[in-house]
């Protein structure tokens, strides 16, 4: 089927009837737009063909076919020349079928009613009849078109394949190294008071600082960390500075646990801890 040449015919008609593009749109309830497209050669929707053809006087062959002549299936030569077939004349009863059937005479059975072919079934046959489906498997395309689409189709995984695959190689020889982002999965601080009974600080004027690790042994690890603390009653000694800060360096070749304590000389309380380089090699 040739698209422009259908669309071509579809102005012809319209023009032939008179009717512009805004006018044969509203009697077929569609935009303008789309007579457009028709004209140019997008075909309309299957449901469209028999308004279509019945609004610009033509038959859906002709409009399949882009041209005039084209005969409609099954038709009666006398039917395409607006000649009107003669009725057929009703047979003479016999007496039989007046008075019916003698008794105990069996029934003939009644012939079954054809079925109405519906609005969707004549359109796709009228149109299955000018543009024939292709072989099946082929979807439309040509051998040389399916053979194309399946080495893209090939090239394109084998990509995805070798770069997932470069990426795993990757993460699987990556250095596991220790660092500031992800030290606390590692290894944990904490700060506590030495002086302490029963739960409860008696004296907390000493303080623990220690770092161990959570996952095995880290080799060649090494850490700085600072810890704030600070006076919790600033009121009964003004004299004394606010924050007193104190620096726990620890270097070991092969480190699980390391601790340092801090010894005041009045009451401080521990506040902010905070890392300020640490290495190693993970396990």
Known sequence: ???????????????????????????????????DCWEVGDFPAVELLLPLSE????????????????????????????EKAPEPTEPAKSPESVAGPPVGAIPKPKKKLKKQESYYDEVNRRVAKIVPEPPSGENGFSAGERRFG?????????????????????????ERVLTPENYREYIEISVVATDAENGFVTNPDRYTVSVSAKKGRIEDFSIVVEVAFYNPFPGMNPDADDMIYRTVEISDPSFSYGEETFSFERIVMDGEIRVKSVEGKLP
């Not at 089927?1 to 579809?10: F, T």
């Not at 593009?21 to 935009?31: M, Q, T």
């Open 55 to 82: 609004t610009l006087g033509v038959e859906v062959e002709e409009l399949l076919a882009g041209e005039d002549g084209a005969v409609k299936e099954g038709a009666e030569p006398a039917a395409e020349q607006g």
């Open 150 to 174: 399946t080495v893209i189709c090939v090239l394109f995984m084998a990509v995805v394949l070798i770069f997932q695959a470069v990426r795993l190689v990757g993460w699987l020889g990556r």
């Open 1 to 35: 089927m040739d698209k422009k040449k259908c669309g071509e015919y579809i102005r012809k008609k319209r023009e032939e009837k008179g009717l512009s593009r805004a006018e044969l749109a509203e009697k077929l309830g569609v935009g303008v737009y789309e007579v």
